[in-house]
């Protein structure tokens, strides 16, 4: 744990105990805020939370954990059963909804004026039970990176469906090799994490494949045009993309792209604006598209990510943290967002925003990958969404490394999830 | 240390002995009463978990469900029967022996690397001193820090050690080293046998400043052949040294967790018992169940570690043999 964070302890206890000695004429509160942190996370949470400090005198400390999602999670849990009262607040993951929604508070009714104004889908993402667990800050969407000047230098229109991409990285990679061996057709995230729960959840849907566990707890995913998704991808590792593939994460497949040594990427928003910094091979050599379909007529799918803001139902400053929470996800700040770090607002007038238009005219664009958008089936399957997720992740690494066929493999989940379903999703 | 001073026993108080053993008992009050908090609370704590149905969101309210977190048969609503539990997970099996096999390979290779070094580090050169200082540092490096340098250093595309191996022609195209599943184990074990053997060198090498010098001249006078010195002298002269450093690394081979959370999270090629406890603990929603692997994972060590002791006759109290 940081030391910032133990001196804030400190601070408060002290504060608490002159407070005790003397009276509280003003109640200023200090409250905690616990989020994943990449790159200027730290610097630019301040900024947010200046206006909403200085309009209520109360103050914030951010205590930052590592990138992992699965890491965080694990570490929240851990706190959340202890009923730590040290953390008021949690950025959570879209997923944790159902997972975690007996520990936090409802912020339906302090929300009532912000919920008209986003996007209905994410709210329902966040509401467990007729309760509101999180509020979004903003969301996220992946999308096919392209190399402009390589499609347009071997002649190859930007892929529509599976196929075309499979063809047209086939093409780029043949030709660009003979110069660079290192270089690579797509690159995506295959290790056997959360991960690839999306990365395959995009493929499958895309297919027509459905959902793994539909939104009424049917278990869908064992089916044809599920293993066909799936053999599809197995086709690529080896050929169009790296065996180490399999070991990817977003970084790992940042790495390849931003070295300017793929044709094609899937990644998620967070790589566009670093993909244009000035230190990068690939600087206005890039566009962005919506995930390839399976065939015409199928329509294409994007993980549904995003953080939102969660109240810690022990934390003993809820009014304040309640009162935060919508400070962060109102409009101010998911503009500020917007513009420092090219974070898609959840609040859906933001996408007219002339600021936003002017100054990131990426995030307009994405809407259409972000409607598009389909969730990871944390609803329907409660407490063992983890579970769940980390059985199909394992279940499609198992495929693409090449131990067992698709459809076997996709029998064998089958069988898996039916065992943790047991008589119904709890 | 120094020993307890004792007053000079008089004739009607107790014994020189019994004050001693008084005195002991009080100077290591503080130490058992700690290990009881820090060691034996937690596993007995544990235990006590793995027989309840205890999840994450309600840990105090529990209720016994005897071993039904290990084993116990599922009615299925067809009629037919089917053992469910950890002892009838597959998965954990795997991971069994994925440790088993890990512990193995790496506590060997470890032993007789660390052998080799500690005879290279006991003859005398210049530098010697530097040379002993220098190879300990891999052990020094926090293991979470050497396995994330390690992860960049296998990196399939830019990792140093492709091209390395690519330039000296020794492999034609670049392996993905964690992510194939037949190369997965072996990357752990590569970084955990560079990581251990100072530690094994370490050890063995307090073992070979035991022997007494005099025994290597008279060998030489009688002019019998290094290989035979090493494998009749040297070798049954530091096998208890040897014997107890063994202990210690397959007691933490076989509680491995971090390098393979860091280098290779989630393979099945290469998950041990304490990746998989404590996923069923803190990540999915089983935390009974991952209590009851950890009391397993318990179990197995103390039996690895009792094995061992009786089957090698090794001499813990470090009086025998005198």
Redesign the interface.
Known sequence: MSNGYRAGVMRRAALTAVLAVFGAPVMADEIFYVSGAVGAAVENFKTYVKPWEDKTGNTVTMVPMPAST?DQ??QY??W???GSTDIDLYQTDVIWAP?LA??FVDLTAAAKDLIPTEFPSIIESQTVGGKLVALPIFTDAPALYYRKDLLDKYGVAVPKTWDELTAAAQKIQDGEKATNP?FWGFVWQ????EGLTCDALEWVKSFGGGQIVEADGTISINNEKAAKALETAKGWVGTIS???????QEE?AR??WQ?G?AAFMRNWPYAYGLGDGADSKVKGLFGVTTLPVGAEGDSSAATLGGWNVAVSKYSKHQEAAVSLAVWLAGPEVQKMRALNETNLPTIQSLYDDADIAAKAPIIPQWKAVFLNAVPRPSAPTL??Y??VS?KF??AV??TL?G?GSAADNLAGLEADLTDLKGDGWK | MTSPTTRVAQDHGPSLQQQRQRAAFWFLAPMVVALFCVAAWPLLRTIWFSFTDTSMDNLYGGKWVWFDNYLRIQHLPSGAIRWKGTLADPAWWNAVWNTVRFAFVSVTLETIFGLGVALVLNAEFRGRGIVRAAILIPWAIPTIVSAKMWAWMLNDQYGIINVILLNLHLIDHKIAWTANTDTAMAAVLIVDIWKTTPFMALLCLAGLQMVPRDIYEAARLDGINPVKVFFKLTLPLIRPAVAVAVIFRMLDALRIFDLVYVLTPDSKATKTMSVISRQNLFEYNNFAYGAAQSTLLFAILAIFVSLYIWLGKVDLTGEGGK
Do not use: C, I
């Open positions: 699965t999670f694990a849990r851990l959340l059963a202890a997972q007996s520990q290192d295959g290790n056997a994490y790296p065996e180490g593939v399999l070991a990817y790992e790495g390849v070295t040594n407490t063992k983890s579970e980390a992740f394992n690494h198992e490394a131990n």
